[in-house]
């Protein structure tokens, strides 16, 4: 899976992972991040979700990452914004008040150029990736976001019966990913209700990826 596969995805509207609403789990889940307002988030493979627009209206920085440039325009339009457009080494970057997405290849944003962000929300990057990319995403993700916690959701299902995107992403394998840095608590899990795109039985779950040492400071 490439870039012209998501490229075409957004030229040709095919965009049925695209909510038309705010997520509710992260509606429901957000405060487990504990986060005052004011707080950086960071959106990876964002699109123009409206989860964005709710967390600006709630008081927060958001700076997304996303591929296509005909999502961010839109995203923006939708949002009744006009960016500041700038070029920062590959990457186009789109800002305004508190909202800045970076468009290009997630592997080309650099800390140095994200900046701090507080906390990581993960809606819809991981499971767009396929197994083989995972591990590179995951130790990328970490780095450039110096090991911030993270709000995640994930799919579980049988992927012999579907091909992804969304892949599935169990349990097992976020832990191979994410344990030695984080402890991963589930928050929440729940039957996709009618199925996954109406073929096959699956979990949604929501978890939360605390650093280590954090929590062993407040423990202290």
């Known amino acids: 899976m490439d870039a012209e596969f998501w490229q075409h995805k957004w030229e040709n509207n095919d965009i049925g992972f695209h909510n038309h609403q705010a997520n509710p789990l992260l509606i429901k889940h957000l405060e487990q991040l504990a986060l005052p307002s004011g707080s950086r988030l960071f ?50 970057v789109y800002s305004a008040n508190n909202l800045v997405i970076f468009i290009g290849d997630i592997f080309n944003l650099r800390e140095s150029i994200l900046g701090k962000v507080d906390a990581v929300y993960d809606r819809a990057a991981l499971v767009a990736l ?4 995972r591990a590179h995403y995951t130790r990328h993700l970490i780095d450039i976001t110096h090991h911030s916690p993270q709000l995640l959701i994930s799919f579980d299902y049988d992927q012999s019966q579907m091909d992804g995107p969304p892949f599935s992403v169990p349990a097992v394998e976020i832990e191979q990913h994410y344990g030695n840095t984080y402890d991963m608590q589930l928050l929440a899990s729940a039957d996709v209700e009618g199925g996954l795109k109406g073929k096959c039985a699956a979990k949604e779950n929501v978890w939360l990826l605390e650093l280590k040492e954090r929590r062993l400071n407040v423990v202290v």
């Open 130 to 133: 396929p197994t083989a990319m």
């Open 43 to 92: 959106l990876p493979l964002c699109g123009k979700t409206l989860d964005i627009g709710w967390l600006l209206a709630k008081g927060y920085k958001v700076a997304g990452a996303e591929l296509s440039k005909l999502a961010v325009t839109q995203l923006f339009d939708e949002l009744r914004i006009a960016p500041h457009i700038a070029q920062v080494d590959e990457l186009e």
